[in-house]
């Protein structure tokens, strides 16, 4: 049986209390019983992109658990990589990484677009991805991503989802082993499906977005910031059944 915790948009600097809110989480998370077999946290690590935010960040999401981090649209590659992932020498080209392990392959791609809310795998991370997928032995598959492939009903997400590729859809297709699709941005739970596989979208850990028969129909109205921190576990069985499981997360205030 593999476990993974996952949780997204956690926006270090939005708010005087996204930091606590991370912390919350993590803590929650490194105080449980058992061990997880991954965390992945999909994408707005930082809120501004800035260095300090991501400095909190990485003090934040280290962990006795395994940790794979990707960006969205509220990251900045060359800073993501030069502060929270160590690298000396940044650069601007997508932020792709792999995590292997003897149970599954996590495979986390950038798909960020520098400047721009709405997402997109370019040819350099689809290329990458189907690389990963071919060199994945059978072994059960988790791709991972910030923007949302699929409209989830929200005025304020959809328009900025992830650009429509059949390339994506294709590999998912293609690869059977591919476990399910993970992604953020929308600051709140939901399942549906993308190419057949599981889709599942992580809350938001900053923040809960509204959706329209709740009264979120803008920017402005959509946004609690009151609501508690919630992640997801996915657990994956022997027989290749996924079930996810919620989890709200006390957090004063």
């Not at 593999?2 to 803590?27: F, K, N, Q, W």
């Not at 997880?36 to 935010?53: P, S």
């Not at 649209?73 to 997508?94: I, K, T």
């Not at 650009?163 to 082993?177: T, Y």
Request: hydrophobic fraction near 45%; proline fraction near 9%.
């Amino acid at each position: 049986m593999i476990v993974i915790a996952h949780l997204s948009d956690i926006h270090i600097g939005a708010t005087a209390a996204s930091a606590g809110r991370a912390e919350a989480v993590m803590r929650y998370l490194d105080a449980l019983p058992g061990d997880l077999d991954a965390v992945l946290v999909t994408g707005d690590i930082a809120d501004h992109g800035a260095a300090d935010e991501y400095g909190t960040a990485r003090k934040l999401l280290t962990s006795r658990h395994p940790v794979l981090v990707g960006p969205g649209n509220h990251d900045v590659r060359e800073e993501f990589r030069r502060v929270l992932l160590g690298d000396p020498a940044p650069g601007p080209g997508p932020v792709n990484q792999v995590h292997r392990t003897a149970a599954a392959v996590y495979a986390m791609c950038d798909s960020s677009i520098p400047g721009q809310d709405s997402g997109d795998l370019d040819d350099e991370t689809i290329a990458w991805l189907a690389g990963v997928l071919d060199d994945s032995a059978g072994l059960p598959v988790f791709v991972a991503f910030h923007h949302p492939p699929v409209p989830l009903h929200s005025p304020v997400v959809d328009p900025i989802m992830l650009r429509p590729d059949e390339r994506l859809a294709g590999l998912v297709g293609r690869h059977p082993n591919v476990a399910a699709v993970l992604v953020g941005h929308a600051h709140t739970a939901a399942a549906t499906t993308f190419a057949g596989r599981p889709l599942l979208v992580a809350p938001g850990v900053v923040s809960t977005l509204l959706l329209p028969w709740e009264g979120g129909v803008s920017m402005d109205d959509c946004v609690d910031f009151g609501l508690p921190p919630v992640l997801a576990f996915h657990v994956l069985a022997g027989d290749g059944r996924l079930t996810t499981h919620y989890r709200v997360v006390p957090y004063p205030g």
